[in-house]
């Protein structure tokens, strides 16, 4: 509209317009530039392009949906425009059918882009000025080598094979080469189970090599901040003392057979 419409160039909208999305372009490309260089876009960003950033739109967003308006409504008034495709009435009908196919478009899909940047606002400030978590203390997930994070896939797939290892090594194999383990866990879960219903014995084999496999990988951080392996930790410290304590129920006692 703007490239053929000399009505829609010089009315005010179209300034407007133009002013606000490049009010709101040069904030949101700085601030994406200061998170590439500090490595962080919600804590470590100068706080004055992190708030420009996320409270412009406020303003700017309705300034310039309101410009783009008038620059299709003007647009559609301007003989000039019109005419683009001949001074015939269908090809005047067909110009201004098309340029005003998008106020019907554009004008309902500005709340719900409004709205967007509102809630993406909420959540960029809460995560800015959440409190840092506490050091870990007591009994934590090991680091995961590899992600340099405290991992429950990872070490839930190596206790699990360990456990199967006990009594079947090639399902165990398995275990270690799955890939997709957030979704492909459960089969090897109901592998494991397959394996203790064989027997007795064989049930108590994999529940004593998970359990000490889970001794072995799970950490223990004191309270210098010093970390071990659970096991060790279990062996060695005496600066705490551990209790065992029992709940006991005053309700009738259930069934202790599984049946089905």
């Known amino acids: 509209a703007l490239v053929y419409s000399p009505w829609a160039q010089v009315q005010f909208g179209a300034g407007q317009m133009i002013l606000s999305w490049t009010l709101v372009e040069i904030p949101r490309y700085a601030f994406y530039v200061a998170a590439i260089l500090t490595g962080d876009a919600t804590k470590k960003t100068p706080y004055p392009l992190f708030y ?31 005419n683009t495709l001949g001074d015939t009435p269908g090809a005047r009908a067909c110009m201004y059918y098309f340029i005003m196919a998008f106020p019907v478009v554009y004008a309902p899909g500005a709340l719900p882009m409004i709205l967007n940047m509102a809630s993406n606002r909420k959540k960029a ?7 840092d978590p506490p050091p870990p203390r007591g009994l934590v997930w090991p680091i995961d ?14 206790i699990l094979a360990a456990a199967v290892g006990a009594v079947n090594p090639e399902k165990a194999e398995k275990i270690r080469k799955e890939r997709n383990w957030r ?12 394996e203790q219903m064989k027997s007795e014995e064989q049930a108590l084999k994999v529940a004593q090599a998970g359990l000490d496999k889970a001794y072995e990988v799970f950490e223990f951080v004191d309270a210098k901040g010093n970390a071990c392996s659970f096991k060790t930790a279990m062996d060695t410290q005496k600066t705490e003392t551990y209790q065992t304590g029992f709940v006991k129920g005053t309700g009738a006692v259930a069934k202790t057979v599984l049946e089905v």
Do not use: N
Not at 125 to 131: I, L, M, Y
Not at 145 to 158: E, F, M, Q, W
């Open 52 to 82: 420009l950033r996320y409270s412009l739109f406020a303003i700017l967003y309705p300034t310039g949906i309101v410009g783009e308006l008038s620059v299709f409504f003007a647009a559609a008034t301007d003989d000039t425009f019109l």
């Open 125 to 131: 400030f809460k995560k800015r000025f959440a409190r």
């Open 145 to 158: 080598a590899k992600r340099g994070d405290r991992s429950s896939s990872t070490t839930s797939k190596t």
């Open 183 to 194: 979704f492909g866990y459960s089969k090897h879960f109901v592998g494991m189970v397959e």
